[in-house]
């Protein structure tokens, strides 16, 4: 039998080696939250601070506590407003990407 690698593994590796995807797993996670599939958008995002950022720094540029941010990004999270919009921010940042939006 084949080894396999865990999928959040395998995706983590990928967002850190291709700056592409990671930029495209960000533009979807936006476009998931705006389409009101939450867990999905928050989850991508989850994946990105883990493979980008990290929680310690997420919790250090954001003025929020590392906790509130791993409770924030679970799937059954909640977060505010003002706070999803300051971790996607951060984000975009650290990818030096910004989203172009397009209405269709």
Known sequence: MALTREYKTTVIA????????ARALYAEALNALLDGETEEGLSMLRDLVHAEIS???LAQQ??????????????????TTRNLFAVTKAIRESLAFTPRIAVA
């Open 14 to 21: 990928r967002i850190q080696r291709d700056k592409e995807f």
């Open 55 to 57: 929680f310690k720094e």
């Open 62 to 79: 954001t003025g929020l506590g590392e906790k509130a941010l791993h409770r924030m990004l679970s799937r059954r999270g909640n977060p």
